[in-house]
């Protein structure tokens, strides 16, 4: 079973940039798809993207396409989100998790191995 392990974040003015990563213990990545979603205090979970084992992004929030991306490293067990144009409704704690299927799903689902996210705050 993968753990998953977000970090990364942290306090960004708006329309800052930063880069999460999320790195895999216990089992390499290459055999999953991995996601990113969010949790704001109050609000419900939501799915970002995806990318595949063959490095297809899914997109599942319409607000970040454009501003966010996500990459792949295999080589060191680790998945990247970066993001720009940062906007205060960004502000969440962030995490990732693995799928142990190669593509991405049509609707985003959380995966399994989440470790504690990451806080990104986004204020002036």
């Known amino acids: 079973q993968v753990q998953l392990q977000a970090s990364g974040g942290g306090l960004v003015q708006p329309g800052g940039s930063l880069r999460l990563s999320c790195a895999a213990s216990?089992?390499?990545?290459?055999?999953?798809?991995i996601n990113w979603f969010r949790q704001a205090p109050g609000k419900e979970r939501e799915g970002l993207l995806c990318i595949s084992t063959t490095e297809r992004v899914t997109y599942y929030r319409h607000s970040v396409k454009g501003r966010f991306t996500i990459s792949r490293d295999n080589a060191k067990n680790t998945v990247y989100l970066q993001m720009s144009g940062l906007r205060p409704e960004d502000t969440a704690v962030y995490y990732c998790g693995a799928s142990a299927r190669s593509q991405c799903g049509t609707f985003f689902t959380p995966g399994t191995g989440r470790g504690q996210g990451t806080q990104v705050t986004v204020s002036s």
């Open positions: 216990g089992n390499t990545l290459n055999d999953y798809s």
